[in-house]
């Protein structure tokens, strides 16, 4: 069998974490299996190297910022070869440019457009454990480039759909996906499966337990997925295609805490605004989430928007530069907000769910800021710090708990 294996920073965060994870490895290794494995940096290797930079400069390169957070998962990997190789048995690192890891030229946000599976392949049929770097890529330059944070489970996913893996595991610090995070409500529970479409939903509404790019890369490959800990045996989430026989109204809920609004104040209400808004956002790479515009009044109009708090300083620049074409009397930019969501295929059957939410947010004395819907998810804006009230109350609402 061809098994992928992803091990997550806190995995691999010291030498016992290591010792633990190469023992793991073994494991299948003597079973006679061929074994692929995507390291992250260790611990918190990666935040840490982005306070550095926070030290020396406001706004870094983005090609060097990349140069630089690529370094940690490139520690992990010859760590680990170096352990299994004390251990006796035969390995080799890799990284991205050594895979053949192919991305777009985005750098902090690069794309895989292909995987030449030559090396791991050679590697492979001499019979060595393969140790591969997650989060990075290189672009047509050849320069380095990363997948944005969490992006190693993408880098699992992108090569157990190139090689056809047989299984591809997602070790982490929890032993599955949880029906909410299970630091913020403490009687989650784990689900056993979840489809690729609510998965998805989940991920990319903030359970960072899975990069949500790893989720539709497994959804297009059809690359079924088991979240499990690297620190137990218990039986892991399986993330696969099909149905959810049950179609719970409500099956998760996802709480994202990095989240700015920009609300443009008194715009021209002619044709062409939000474009013009917008179009600057997106040549400028913003991605935009939940957009609200009121009705016009006296030939203006508002528009809010949210955004991910890290782009935020690239967006006030973009909206300062365009204030006067586009008639904007007032700008007023919020942090500390956050979005808090429920999702559930049964949804779009419910009439009901809308308004229970609401009912939760109004019964935890929590105010709802801006509000969006989809066939399979509401999600409300709040302030920071109701967040984890918010999941907690609508936890029970919908009587997710054990
Ligand atoms: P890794 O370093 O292994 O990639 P992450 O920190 O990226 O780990 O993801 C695991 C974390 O995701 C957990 O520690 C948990 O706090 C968080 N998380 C958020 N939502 C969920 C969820 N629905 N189920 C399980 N974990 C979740
Ligand atoms: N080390 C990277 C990060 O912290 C990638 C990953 O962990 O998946 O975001
Ligand atoms: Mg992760």
Redesign the pocket.
């Known amino acids: 069998m061809l098994i992928v294996q992803k091990y ?2 806190s995995s691999v965060a010291n030498t016992e974490r290591i010792f633990n994870v190469a023992n793991r490895i073994i494991e299948y290794y003597k079973q006679g299996h061929d074994v692929i494995v995507v390291l ?2 260790q611990g918190d ?3 840490d190297l982005i306070e550095k930079v926070k030290e020396i400069s406001k706004s870094p390169s983005k090609r060097e910022m990349d140069m630089l957070l690529s370094t ?2 490139q520690q992990s990997v010859a760590l680990m070869a170096i352990a299994l190789t004390e251990m006796g048995y035969p390995c080799i690192s890799l990284n991205a440019a050594q895979v053949g890891m192919i991305t777009t030229a985005d750098y902090g946000n690069a794309r895989i457009k292909k995987i030449k599976t030559e090396r791991i392949k050679r590697e492979i049929e001499r019979k060595n454990i393969v140790l591969v770097t ?2 990075q890529g290189i672009n047509n330059f050849d320069d380095i480039t990363t997948l944005g ?5 993408t880098t699992a996913v992108a090569i157990a759909a190139a090689l056809h893996a047989d299984k591809c595991e997602i070790y982490t610090d929890v032993d599955g996906v949880y029906t909410a995070d299970p630091r913020v409500v403490k009687n989650a529970r784990k689900i056993k499966e979840i489809t690729y479409h609510e998965m998805l939903e989940l991920a990319s509404l903030g359970a960072k337990v899975l ?1 949500n790019r790893s989720v539709e890369l497994a959804k297009k490959y059809n690359v079924e997925l088991v979240v499990r800990s690297s620190l137990t045996k218990a039986e892991g989430t399986i993330v696969k295609g099909g149905f959810n026989m049950e179609k719970m109204s409500v099956s998760g809920i996802a709480g994202d805490d990095k989240v700015a609004r920009v609300a443009l104040i008194g715009i021209d209400d002619t044709p062409g605004k939000a474009f013009e808004v917008f179009n600057a956002l997106a040549k400028g790479n913003i991605n935009v989430d939940l957009i609200i515009q009121s009705i016009g009044h006296e030939g203006k109009k508002d528009i809010s928007f949210t955004i991910d708090t890290d782009a935020l300083e690239d967006t006030k620049k973009i909206i300062n530069n365009n204030i006067d074409r586009l008639g904007v009397k007032v700008v007023d930019f919020e942090q500390d907000l956050a979005k808090v969501s429920i999702v559930g295929a049964g949804m779009a059957t419910d009439a009901g769910v809308a308004s229970s939410m609401f009912e939760a947010m109004f019964d935890a004395h929590i105010n709802i800021h801006m509000i969006s819907t989809s066939d399979i998810k509401i999600s409300i804006l709040v302030n920071k710090a109701d967040m984890k009230k918010a999941m907690c109350a609508l936890h029970d609402k919908f009587a997710l708990q054990y």
């Not at 944070?149 to 489970?153: A, E, L, T, V």
Request: no cysteine; net charge negative.
């Open positions: 997550g920073g992250s940096a290797t990666t935040d940690g998962e997650g989060f944070r969490g992006g190693s489970d990069h």
